[in-house]
């Protein structure tokens, strides 16, 4: 293993993270903007100009609050809990590749950090399933029923959309016939886009990660801190931090593999030409996923529990079945056209 | 099923973007305030520079949270400072317990205490929060004199003077 293998792994993995932090802060930024202004008011504009610094001022303010932590919680589950949940959210976006090849200082990049991995879609879905792990311990370690039991419920939530999550994931890899994320962007090269082919799926997809990440409409558990409790109620200054940076994160994530897996990733016109186009093209796919999720939060009220766990067991379940089979039973039809 | 009517929503949040928004952004563009709005107090004078205040209490005796204290003094007509026998030597407000309701506004026979539009009042100190005489009476033009006047004796009898209905 040569250091300049080394070197180049370090800082594609610095480069990523420095990405998603930056871009927490300003989607937490984007956010309250964005709902401000379909609100028909101003969003925040005080701190910066046009409130550009407003994300600063919040983490200077998280991290001059007083860490409480409760009497008789688990202490060191109670400080893990936070972590358990934002490493996976960090950590899944490693197989998808941003860009084509590049050459810089000699060297062929290959612009995702993992490379290649040709079970790219197996690596996601298991790094999404470990966050359920971080709630649950948040809940359980805080001594506290409303929080033990808001934490039963995100779990439940997430563990029920994962289902019909990973049955969408099962038309893209059935499209591409691999489960490399590389090899999922070419084949939406050579045939076309996969929502065109996958329009269930790509809602199914959407609706799924929206759930998985408590989002609105879908964010009962955190919501109930204005009813009851929620899973961080015990938390404060940076832990409670943690979970937010978790949420937006993840928020990111989706939308960035959403775009990879529908909308053809880091394809787009001249991208064989000029590499570096590769992820601006991803990006302006992720802003615009990103703008629809913030969309939906301005304008749908949040789903009651039950009907939440009934949307998804009874409803996205057996739809992505459904679509599993039907792409299926076209791939069987047609075979050369997606071969 | 409710697809048509969460697209009616998202449309109508997406119209909503592009609509000015309707915050006035405080500190540099104020809101003008309506015509009768009960803002801070002034205690106000006649045209020739007396007190229109004559120590009654009256405001004091309206007042539903005690907020007014009121000590009045014979005038002299060497030393007049509001036309009748009284005038207020002392007169405080505690802006901490006023609510603003104007009961004292309309309680005074002589329209002295009127509450005006000023809403920015802020103080560090609670002690500074009782407003006294000095900085409620409201200055005096430069055609009339101070007050304490000293007048010619028998002109200023009658404290109350014929008023008209007010229209604000």
Redesign the interface.
Known sequence: MELAFFVEWIIKAVLMLAFLIVGFAYTTYLERK?L???????GP?RAGPFGLLQPVADGVKLIFKEELIPKKADKLIFILAPVLTVIPALVMLAVVPFGGTINLFGREISLSIAGDLNIGILYITAIASISVYGIVLAGWASNNKYAMMGGIRSTAQMISYELALALAFIGPILLASTMSVNGIVSAQGRIGWFIIFQPIGFIIFFLATMAEINRSPFDMPEAEQELTAGYHVEYSGMKFALFMMTEYIKMIVISVLCATLFLGGYLGPFVDQVPWLGPVYLGIKTLLLMFIII??R???PRIRYDRLMDFGWKILLPLAIFNVFLTGVIIILFPNFFS | MFVKG?AT??Y???R??F?????T?YPEQKRTVRRRFKGRHSLHRYENGLEKCIGCSLCAAACPADAIFVESAENTDEQRYSPGERYASTYEINMLRCIFCGYCEDACPTEAIILGDNYELSFTDRREALYTKEMLLLPVHESAQITPQKVEPGVFNRSVPVMQDPDD
């Open positions: 964005t401000a202004r379909m609100q028909v008011r101003y504009n969309w939906i301005a304008t749908m | 969460i929503g998202m109508t949040t997406f909503h973007l609509r000015k928004p309707v915050t952004q």
